[in-house]
């Protein structure tokens, strides 16, 4: 019997070893399979870290440009406002002139651009500054037969003539309205180069 069980320790131990091997195998596999999946979420964890910072990046990178374009944006209307105000106060200047020099103002507009028969047509503002007088007066030193319409417009100075052909309208806001494309950048330069 001895010889069957040496033969069945033999057979026992062979197996005990081959399993043992099997195991060790498995363990082996096991541990590589971990290691590699570990690299494989690493190196995951990693592209979505740097995917991320990439989209973070992006994402401030437009919300600046945004806020350039928002500044942009509010600093041009605050330098149109301000051109705006500068238009403003020539009609202002204009129309705090002294009576004598506003009348010459207005009467040099007139002598320009009024034809024979024209009534001119002061603003409310003005009915006391340009009286009927001054308008038939006018008309005498440039030789043309000019009278002071009876009716009066709501701007703030001016005067508009009614003639027959035509109507022109030589009020302080059109005048401005006329001159700023001409003067505007002259005046930005002036108000912004700084």
Not at 20 to 32: F, G, L, M, P, S
Not at 94 to 103: G, I
């Amino acid at each position: 019997m001895e010889g069957k069980d040496a033969i069945i320790n033999s057979i026992i131990a062979a197996a005990e070893s081959k399993a043992r091997a099997i195991v060790d195998d498995a363990i082996a596999e096991k541990d590589a399979l971990l290691e590699t999946t570990r690299n494989r979420l690493k190196d995951r964890e990693t592209e979505a870290l740097a995917k991320a910072e990439k989209e973070a990046q992006k994402t401030v990178e437009r919300k600046v440009t945004l806020a350039n374009l928002d500044r942009r944006k509010l600093v041009l209307k605050a330098k149109q406002a301000l051109i705006d105000k500068v238009y403003d106060a020539a009609i202002v200047k204009t129309l705090n002139m002294t009576d004598n020099v506003y009348r010459e103002f207005i009467g040099g507009l007139v002598a320009r651009y009024a034809d024979d028969g024209d009534e001119i047509m002061v603003s409310e503002r003005d009915i006391r500054r340009l009286p009927y007088d001054w308008a038939t007066k006018l008309g005498e030193s440039i030789g043309k037969d000019l009278s002071l319409s009876s009716k009066h417009h709501t701007l703030r100075g001016g005067v508009v003539l009614v003639g027959y052909k035509c109507d022109k309208n030589l009020t302080l806001d059109t005048l401005v309205k006329q001159i700023r494309p001409e003067t505007e950048s002259e005046i930005c330069e002036k108000l912004f180069s700084r």
